[in-house]
Each structure stands twice: as structure tokens, then as C-alpha cells.
């Protein structure tokens, strides 16, 4: 078992800043990938970035690339997700998520085992 629990969310303008941290616990040896998901109302919960836990390499779906940046400490066992440029449009509850998964392919949600509870992001034009 893997307990996951996002911070950061809030408040800010077009144009802010913001990072979120997922702190894991637990199983954290047999994690293989973590990922930021994001899900704003009524739209189903789309991929945000990825990365594979032990080599760094990292995934980012283009509407965030450039703006992004997904990170992980893996002597605090906790993952960040650096967020710039901020629009309207990344409003939403953002989710951590990890898996055990070796041949996870990083932008489905379905491949990861562990959630945590989600943190609201808000940005306001």
C-alpha cells in the first residue's frame, strides 16, 4: 500500500505561479511511476505529467509543456509539480497518483494504483 497527499493548491491569477508536493508513504520502494492528473468540472480527469520514479524521465501532455514541471526527491519521497504561466483553463482538482506498474504507460489513469485526495487549483482571469 501507497497513502499519497497532495499541497499547494489555491488561489491565483492568470499568469501565476503555483507547486504542488505529493508526499508518498509506505510501500514508496515499489514505485515505479507517479503522475499528476487534473479534472475540472464536468470533464473526465485528463493527464497532466508523469515520471518514472528511479530514472527521472519525465512526461507532459502538450497543453502544459513549457509551462510545467514535474519533479521528485526521492530521499523525502515526495513529487512536485511546478506550475507557470497559469491560464483559466488549468483550473481544476489536481490528483498525485503512483504505480507499482513497470510497462505503465504514464497518460492513463487506469494503470495507477494509489490516488491521493485531490487539491483545488483555481485560476482566475
Known amino acids: 500500500q501507497v497513502q499519497l497527499v497532495e499541497s499547494g493548491g489555491g488561489l491565483v491569477q492568470t499568469g501565476g505561479s503555483l507547486r504542488l508536493s505529493c508526499a508518498a508513504s509506505g510501500r514508496t520502494f515499489s514505485i515505479s511511476t507517479m503522475g499528476w492528473f487534473r479534472q475540472a468540472p464536468g470533464k473526465e480527469r485528463e493527464f497532466v505529467a508523469g515520471?518514472?520514479?528511479?530514472?527521472?524521465?519525465?512526461y507532459y501532455a502538450d497543453s502544459v509543456k513549457d509551462r510545467f514541471t514535474i519533479s521528485r526527491d526521492n530521499n523525502k519521497n515526495t513529487m512536485y509539480l511546478q506550475m507557470s504561466s497559469l491560464k483559466p483553463d488549468d483550473t481544476a482538482v489536481y490528483y498525485c497518483?503512483?504505480?507499482?506498474?513497470?510497462?505503465?504507460?504514464?497518460?492513463?489513469?487506469?494503470?495507477?494504483?494509489?490516488w491521493g485526495q485531490g487539491t483545488q487549483v483555481t485560476v482566475s482571469s
Open positions: 515520471i518514472r520514479w528511479s530514472a527521472g524521465t519525465t
Open positions: 497518483a503512483a504505480s507499482f506498474r513497470v510497462a505503465l504507460t504514464p497518460t492513463i489513469p487506469r494503470g495507477y494504483d494509489y
